[in-house]
């Protein structure tokens, strides 16, 4: 069976029956407002990763692979995000 450049094999249409599609796209539905709400209740998500985007860009680290292992294990973190949480209650 032949691949695309990108490795994966080609799509075929045919390997699920109208049913399990509908019920794929029931799930890949449900699983999104799962997601997001979520990502709505967990704000300090959005705190680390916001956090860790401003940093890199920043910092523009050559290994961002290791930049990305020291940011999220720095033993401070959990402080850090906790600390910015209280900040934005008490702007809020």
């Known amino acids: 069976m032949a691949t695309s450049p990108n490795g994966l094999l080609p799509d075929d249409p045919g390997a699920l029956s109208p049913a399990q599609l509908e019920q794929l796209r029931t799930f890949k ?7 997001e709400k979520y ?7 959005g705190l680390l990763l ?20 020291d940011y999220f294990t720095d033993p401070d973190l959990p402080s850090k995000i906790r600390m ?6 008490k702007e809020a």
């Open 29 to 35: 539905i449900q699983t999104r407002i799962a997601n």
């Open 39 to 45: 990502l709505r209740t967990h704000k300090e998500v």
């Open 50 to 69: 916001s956090g860790f985007l401003r940093e890199l860009i920043l910092e523009r680290p050559d290994d961002i692979r290791e930049f990305a292992a």
């Open 84 to 89: 910015q949480l209280i900040k934005e209650k």
